[in-house]
């Protein structure tokens, strides 16, 4: 039996998972394959690394992200302390300056005496498992080679949905004649405002609602750009990969396509807004959100696209306000991994046929940062209880010991961190990957709450109490 447990992967929820094991006393090694090897989209050598957007989702207790968020801040989260230290403006939400929350993360990672960080690809998995827990957490992007193991390990076949990132634009090269700052109502005109109160209350827009950049469209400035969008190029995908898209991330064009008003009724959607151009709402409108703590770059909201770069630039200028864009980074599209994690796993993230392995991560079926970070918090936990076990346990066999032995340390389902761990645990023939949200938690009991907002307010009061 070694003394350390392993995690393979450096990325969000690995990144924890080490942290949270070295916390407590216990040896780590950490796997990352970069920088040796990169993965198609990733191109920074820190752990951790943000390769999507940069907003970690609401931060308010009545949005099912935010009260998970708070439940780590409850369980020190180490990823969502660097987060809240790490934050740029953007409203409701806790978005991040992407490089410098890497850049922690690995700075605290990698200054840990018991942590040790070894930068090669892992690729046989079982014979890891053999002397020790080891927990996967490879990510959405795990390596072919390994993927294979993976796919050995699990008797099951890989699956696959497609994640694509928004592209970034340089905010001086915006044009703030049509574009102007603001969150959604927080901008629109008051019945008794007249037009010259109106403008200066929006000329006087603080720094927080500055987070966002809005580009109002006319009905004709719509429907060309809506043409252009369907009919343009996209990457053309190797023949191994199957086209299966997750809805909760789909691509702008995918979107463009299903008919003329479906951007206007998604995420170009203009209500809440006017136009300070017109004094009325738009026919829709594009919101960029702050990527950098210098608010010097900001990402289209809801642009994650498969579009060629050159098509990029040629269809993305065709909207008000970025005719003459710099595209700091464009969109890209790239292969997904996750198991079937309901046949699979338990409500500890544990491998059923094998007690020695844990997954943790998108590649378990959590879809997002904070549910990422979520997994690997525990799946850490419960690596720890079972080494911890295992030390106290009669020496038998090593396989046998940890079969035999091990303690369960599972979150109550009415908070969000049991609830995600149930929902990836839990029979389900039409699983696919899951956000937070506050429809995998139990209903409260006796009672019908027809205000939405107060409803869950109501079930993260519950949650929260039963963390104290």
């Keep these: 039996?070694?003394?350390?447990?392993?995690?393979?992967?450096?990325?969000?929820?690995?990144?924890?998972?080490?942290?949270?094991?070295?916390?407590?006393?216990?040896?780590?090694?950490?796997?990352?394959?970069?920088?040796?090897?990169?993965?198609?989209?990733?191109s920074n050598k820190d752990l951790a690394e943000i390769v999507c957007?940069?907003?970690?989702?609401?931060?308010?207790?009545?949005?099912?992200?935010?009260?998970l968020k708070e439940e780590l801040r409850k369980l020190d989260s180490l990823l969502i302390k660097i987060a809240d230290n790490t934050s740029v403006p953007a409203g409701q939400a806790l978005a991040v300056d992407r490089d410098?929350?890497?850049?922690?993360?690995?700075?605290?990672?990698?200054s840990n005496s018991l942590i040790e960080i070894i930068n090669e690809e892992v690729t046989d998995i079982e014979e890891m498992a053999k002397n020790g827990i080891v927990i996967i957490a490879t990510g959405p992007l795990t390596s072919e080679?390994?993927?294979?193991?993976?796919?050995?390990?699990t008797g099951e076949d890989k699956l696959y949905f497609y994640d694509a990132a928004a592209p970034i634009v340089n905010k001086d090269s915006i044009d703030f004649d049509i574009a102007f700052y603001g969150d959604r109502y927080s901008q629109e005109k008051k019945k008794d405002e007249s037009m010259e109160e109106w403008k200066e209350r929006l000329a006087n827009t603080n720094s927080e609602e500055q987070s966002y950049i809005n580009l109002p469209m006319n009905q004709e400035e719509y429907e060309s750009f809506c043409k252009e969008l369907v009919e343009a190029e996209i990457v053309t995908l190797h023949d191994f990969e199957k086209k299966e898209i997750f809805e909760g991330c789909m691509p702008i064009e995918i979107m463009a396509n299903r008919g003329i008003d479906t951007l206007r009724f998604g995420p170009l959607k203009p209500v809440g807004f006017d136009d300070p151009r017109t004094g009325r709402r738009p026919y829709a409108l594009v919101q960029l959100r702050q990527d950098d703590k210098q608010a010097s770059i900001y990402n289209l909201v809801g642009f994650q696209t498969n579009l060629k770069f050159?098509?990029?630039?040629?269809?993305?200028?065709?909207?008000?306000?970025?005719?003459?864009?710099?595209?700091?980074?464009?969109?890209?599209?790239?292969?997904?991994?996750?198991i079937n994690s309901t046949k699979l796993l338990d409500e500890t993230y544990n491998l059923k046929a094998n007690n020695n392995i844990y997954f943790a991560g998108q590649i378990t079926g959590v879809e997002g940062y904070v549910e990422s970070i979520s997994s690997g918090m525990v799946a850490a936990l419960n690596a720890v209880e079972q080494f911890k076990t295992f030390l106290a346990c009669?020496?038998?066999?090593?396989?046998e010991t940890f079969l035999t032995c091990p303690k369960k340390f599972c979150f109550s389902e009415n908070t969000v961190i049991g609830a995600l761990a149930r929902y990836i645990s839990t029979p389900n023939e039409k699983f696919q990957p899951m956000n937070a949200n506050f429809g995998i938690?139990?209903?409260?009991?006796?009672?019908?709450?027809?205000?939405?907002?107060?409803?869950?307010?109501?079930?993260?009061?519950?949650?929260?109490?039963?963390?104290?």
């Design 1 to 42: 039996m070694v003394d350390y447990i392993t995690v393979i992967g450096g990325g969000l929820a690995g990144s924890e998972a080490a942290y949270q094991i070295a916390r407590r006393g216990i040896k780590v090694k950490l796997y990352e394959m970069k920088p040796a090897k990169f993965s198609p989209a990733h």
């Design 145 to 153: 080679r390994l993927a294979e193991q993976i796919g050995k390990l």
């Design 394 to 399: 009669p020496k038998t066999s090593t396989n």
């Design 441 to 468: 938690l139990p209903p409260l009991e006796g009672k019908k709450i027809k205000d939405k907002k107060q409803r869950y307010q109501m079930l993260a009061d519950r949650s929260l109490i039963e963390f104290e």
């Design 53 to 67: 957007s940069n907003s970690f989702k609401s931060n308010l207790l009545t949005n099912a992200c935010g009260l």
């Design 310 to 338: 050159g098509e990029q630039k040629r269809v993305f200028s065709m909207i008000p306000g970025l005719q003459n864009a710099e595209f700091v980074k464009y969109g890209v599209m790239h292969r997904n991994t996750y």
């Design 100 to 110: 410098e929350f890497s850049r922690r993360v690995t700075q605290i990672l990698t």
